[in-house]
T-cell receptor
Framework: SQTIHQWPATLVQPVGSPLSLECTVE??????LYWYRQAAGRGLQLLFY??????ISSEVPQNLSASRPQDRQFILSSKKLLLSDSGFYLC??????????????FGAGSRLTVL | AQKITQTQPGMFVQEKEAVTLDCTYD???????LFWYKQPSSGEMIFLIY??????QNATEGRYSLNFQKARKSANLVISASQLGDSAMYFC??????????FGSGTQLTVLP
């Protein structure tokens, strides 16, 4: 069966520090991978998605970046965190590209607090 | 413009009763998919139910059903026989291929004993 791992679960970082959140998927090949952010009490905002190794699409311009060094690994990074980067970050995966095939399965999330 | 609108920030329902969570959407694409997700306090997003724009029948999954009214562009989630464990945030979402999933702002459901 497929599983998705996301870490760290919680982190507190000072403004200006770097960030690295990691996500790995097991039990599937060539998944679509996604990073979403959820601000407190709000809906989910798509940050990045990837349909293959090295292929990254950015939905929202910001100081974050994403990389996909391996088929089932997706990394969210920042060189210098801002206060506004605080939030709940969710990694997700799916297979296929049609509307019906695009059921996203989410990880447990990473809660980031920037002080 | 909002693609997905959930007008109920919070809802209360008595245990064992049914509840409807509203969702309206905006699209001019003929092909799209509608999804509902549940987010408990733990934070993980759990897929509940899916409805395709060409599906003739309303989707059902156990106690969840999706009341799909295409002409009104609404995709309300109906939860029958509510349980205490249904208390959570519920998100409606839409995908218009090739664009990615867009989420509404959510409805916080509280089931009362």
């Amino acid at each position: 069966s497929q599983t998705i791992h996301q870490w760290p679960a919680t982190l507190v970082q000072p403004v200006g520090s770097p960030l690295s959140l990691e996500c790995t998927v097991e039990g599937t090949s060539n998944p679509n991978l996604y990073w979403y952010r959820q601000a407190a009490g709000r809906g989910l905002q798509l940050l990045f998605y990837s349909v293959g190794i090295g292929q990254i699409s950015s939905e929202v311009p910001q100081n974050l970046s994403a990389s996909r060094p391996q088929d089932r690994q997706f990394i969210l990074s920042s060189k210098k965190l801002l206060l506004s980067d605080s939030g709940f970050y969710l990694c997700a995966w799916s297979v296929g590209l049609g509307a019906g095939a695009n059921v996203l399965t989410f990880g447990a999330g990473s809660r980031l607090t920037v002080l | 413009a909002q693609k997905i609108t959930q007008t109920q920030p919070g809802m209360f329902v008595q245990e064992k009763e049914a509840v409807t969570l509203d969702c309206t959407y905006d699209t001019s694409d003929p092909s799209y998919g509608l999804f509902w997700y549940k987010q408990p306090s733990s934070g993980e997003m759990i897929f509940l139910i899916y409805q395709g724009s060409y599906d003739q029948q309303n989707a059902t999954e156990g106690r969840y059903s999706l009341n799909f009214q295409k002409a009104r562009k609404s995709a309300n989630l109906v939860i029958s026989a509510s349980q205490l464990g249904d208390s959570a945030m519920y998100f409606c979402a839409m995908r218009e291929p090739p664009r990615q999933l867009t989420f509404g702002s959510g409805t916080q459901l509280t089931v009362l004993p």
